[in-house]
């Protein structure tokens, strides 16, 4: 994953996650952002510290929609299963 500046096109993070492909990514306050994948697994990265990515896991399968609330506090996530986890 290649996080980039989307006026200049440059590289602002590059972390590893344990997954090839991104399905969703929201942006979260302070230079965060909550990514997830085809997995069950969610990572909120921090931007300015991308090498410290943060997962969190529990669902069943694939995570296809993800919120938060607007401070950042809460992370909604949905599946295929029909249920909403709330970390």
């Known amino acids: 994953l ?3 500046d989307r ?8 972390p590893a996650l ?6 969703r990514v929201i942006a979260l306050p302070d230079d965060r952002v909550a990514v997830t994948s085809r997995d069950a697994v969610f990572e909120v990265l921090d931007l300015n510290n991308p090498a410290a990515a943060q997962p ?12 938060a609330s607007r401070d950042g506090k809460l992370i909604a996530a949905a599946g295929d299963e029909g249920a909403v986890y709330v970390w």
């Open 2 to 4: 290649k996080v980039l």
């Open 7 to 14: 006026y200049s096109g440059s590289e602002l993070a590059s």
């Open 18 to 23: 344990s997954y090839p492909y991104v399905n």
């Open 56 to 67: 969190f896991r529990g669902r069943a399968g694939p995570i296809w929609q993800l919120s």
